[in-house]
């Protein structure tokens, strides 16, 4: 078979597996999942078989290793031997090794500000974009701006969000490799890159307020009271999906906040008539929806079509809420406090001013879940 990084991905430790196209040319499964790919050859001088590395996975890509096995048959028929023009791994750690290689150091290493979550999306996004991009087997030294920029705009023709994430990680990483000495090489600004995505501005009308309420029944248990908890508590749909029935009592749902990730409200009250609501659909205990931090994709789609409510998502409701807030005349860090977000404007700020605004931030809450009553009785 044509050998492909899809089908290495799943390669058994130990196991070898062949190319169709360029003959010798093979790749051994290993326990770290980083199958290495190689060529096999016989010595014309000697006729002694031989086997020369070609690269890991992840270090370059099927495509880049299946060409340079092509490149080596070439220099086996004039004569010469490959095994003699592969570098060794001194000589790749002595020219500062390859970008992809880089990249997974830098994925691996410990950073103060990252979450379980960031470090996951960041992994995705490199292994997807770049890791498999012929880029990843150049020397780190030998990267430049228009190699990256070149990937990065090929990635945010396909899509634009995942392009301005990629130009994001990738400048973060860029950052890291300065500080180390690893290389010198940075990305434009954010605005000479002109890459950019539309921020969002969607707020939810009181009708389609009702409709999604009222919609939230027919989701799938025990999803309905994750609809509905989103709707009353205004916290991201990730901290509500998480939620365990020991967190959501009558007075309130307690959020648990962990280091460098999002924040949510603490606690956050409920009035009488949303315990009420919420009761019957809640189970008497253990993890209330899923092990994950995601609202269900399938639930979500069940309650998009049960409203009828075109062109919205779950993050729509907090702005709503932020926007009803300010319209009623809640105060600038209540309304923020409300939605989990920092009060504080600077640093220093932070170290003066101690206050955390939760009973304001309360008062806001039930303000909106009284409003919710109002529109659906």
Known sequence: MKLSARGLADLPAGQIAWDTEVAGFGARGNAKGQPSMFL??????????????????????????????????????????????????????????????????????????????TRRTYRKVITREVLHHDIAASRIERVERAGL??????????????????????????????????????????????????????????????????????????????AQLVMLTGQRSGAVASLTREQVQQDGVRFINRPNAKQSLPWVPLIAWAWDYLRPSLRPEGRLFTRTAYFSPARLTEWRNAAGVTNWRPHDVRRSLRTWAARQGHGHEASEAALGHSVHKSELESVYQRHDYQDEAAEVIRGWQRHLEALVA
């Open 149 to 226: 920029m070149r990937v990065v705009d090929d990635v945010a023709a396909r899509s634009e969000a995942t392009g301005v994430l990629l130009f994001k990680i990738l400048g973060s990483f860029l950052k890291w490799c300065d500080t180390r000495g690893v290389t010198q090489v940075t990305l434009p600004s954010s605005t000479d890159a002109d890459l950019s995505v539309d921020k969002r501005k969607r707020v939810l009308s009181d009708a389609e307020l009702v409709r999604l309420w009222r919609a939230s029944d027919a989701i799938r248990q025990p999803w309905s009271a994750a």
């Open 40 to 117: 096999n050859y016989q010595q014309r001088e000697t006729g002694k078989y031989k086997r020369v590395t070609i690269a890991k996975l992840g270090e370059s890509t099927v495509d880049a290793a299946r060409k340079r096995a092509a490149e080596m048959r070439l220099q086996i028929r004039a004569g010469i031997d490959p095994a003699q023009q592969v570098e060794t791994p001194a000589q790749k750690k002595a020219s500062g090794d390859t970008l992809g290689h880089w990249l997974n150091v830098w994925l691996d290493a410990p950073h103060k500000r990252w979450g379980d979550t």
